[in-house]
């Protein structure tokens, strides 16, 4: 279930894999420093800023994630 997915997933993240989520960047050329990992179907979009994880988005996988991601800059 996504909740129990979610629950805690800054912690999650930053304490046993922070690095194992692919970088948005090696999937599209795109420069940022995103990165994101797949849980029951949502996109879960985070960086890593120090010893801190910041998560951005949770994003079902059937979005336009880029889009939504982002839209500012366009």
């Known amino acids: 279930e996504i909740s129990a997915c979610?629950?805690?997933?800054e912690m999650c993240i930053?304490?046993?894999f922070p690095q194992s989520g692919t970088a948005l960047s090696?999937?599209?050329?795109?420069?940022?420093?995103?990165?994101y990992l797949v849980c029951e179907g949502?996109?879960?979009?985070y960086r890593i800023e120090?010893?801190?994880?910041?998560?951005?988005?949770?994003?079902?996988g059937k979005t336009d994630y880029l889009d939504v991601l982002f839209r500012k800059e366009r």
Do not use: N, P
Request: proline letters at 0%; a negative charge.
């Open 6 to 9: 979610l629950v805690g997933s």
């Open 14 to 16: 930053r304490d046993r």
């Open 26 to 35: 090696a999937r599209f050329e795109i420069d940022t420093d995103v990165r």
């Open 42 to 45: 949502y996109m879960i979009f």
């Open 50 to 60: 120090g010893e801190f994880v910041s998560v951005g988005a949770v994003i079902h």
